[in-house]
């Protein structure tokens, strides 16, 4: 078994790259940001946009970015959590920290994985109009598999209360032949049709625009991929939520740092705790999402 961690530049951001055995993976410091993930002379894995600005400052498109504290619109999220801003209404979507350099934490290289942990103290760095405290960890481990651990601690004295997702970009052969299996009969929210609660009838197969939250998913979903004869799995713990996205057509042209044709190729499944599954910690307490990612051919 072979192992490694590189720091090397892409474009104009700090970067580590993590070999393991035929695998390879990319994470940016900026935002803790996996960029991609796949195994040598293979399809990649994680899907990163050929436009993406790798540029110090500017949210990177594709990849898994970290949304915390709050997921998407800042106002789509419950009361408490907009309370915890102290100007909801000028505050970018998916949260503060994706755009911010991470402190380095932990490297390890062993016969078993490469290892990488970064973290983010919001008591020496303070984020903009969010005055609490707390701190983030984000710990890879890339072995046979890939996992992602995500966890928050609660420092400051009073409840923390927060939205989160791990907002992974698949790459896939064809949207239009792909399936998501796992989320039989589960409800979800279609945020494209009045945020109405629908519940899903068989694999989840795409035709257009896509944009659902569903709620209380099973542990274990799969990407299946015909074209490429692969599926793609996925495990996780202490997430209550599950984001499928692909902008179709018409959003793509919209999207910044996004080829007009790149919605076939990719999918969004963002593990997440979100809207009324939010995270509520106590002082001194944790919550660690983790999510694991394995092909099988």
């Not at 303070?126 to 890339?142: F, I």
């Not at 609660?154 to 998501?180: C, K, M, R, W």
Request: hydrophobic fraction near 40%.
């Amino acid at each position: 078994m072979t192992s490694g961690v590189e720091r090397i530049k892409q474009g104009s951001l700090d970067c580590w790259s993590l070999r393991f055995n035929n695998s390879k993976l990319l994470i940016a410091q900026q935002g803790a940001q996996i960029l991609g993930y796949g195994h040598e002379g293979g399809r990649p894995i994680i899907w990163l946009s050929e436009e993406a600005r790798l540029e110090p400052g500017n949210s990177v498109r594709g990849g898994v970015p970290v949304c915390w504290p709050w997921f998407g619109d800042l106002q789509r999220n419950p009361q408490s959590i907009q309370a915890m801003h102290q100007q909801p209404q000028q505050a970018s979507a998916h949260g503060l920290v994706r755009s911010i350099d991470w402190s380095l934490a932990g490297i390890e290289q062993h016969e078993q994985a490469a290892c990488i942990s970064f973290s983010y103290n919001t008591l020496e760095q303070p984020l903009a109009h969010w005055p609490h405290a707390a701190e983030l960890r984000l710990s890879v481990r890339l072995g046979e598999r890939l996992s992602i651990s995500l966890a928050c601690r609660n420092l400051g004295e009073q409840p923390l209360s927060f939205s989160q997702a791990l907002h992974t970009y698949f790459a896939v052969s064809d949207i239009h032949t792909v399936g998501v299996e796992g989320l039989e009969g589960c409800d979800y929210i279609e945020t494209l049709d009045n945020w109405q609660t629908l519940t899903q009838s068989g694999t989840l197969h795409f035709s257009g625009e896509t944009d659902r939250i569903y709620l209380h998913p099973p542990a274990k979903l799969q990407i299946c991929d015909p074209g490429w004869q692969r599926t793609i799995n996925l495990l996780n713990r202490g997430s209550q939520s599950a984001v499928v996205w692909n902008p179709w057509i018409d959003k793509a042209r919209r999207l910044s740092q996004f080829n007009d044709a790149a919605w076939q190729r990719m999918l969004c499944i963002e593990h997440a705790n979100v809207l009324e599954d939010m995270v509520t910690l106590a002082p001194a307490s944790e919550h660690q999402l983790h999510l694991d990612i394995w092909v099988d051919k």
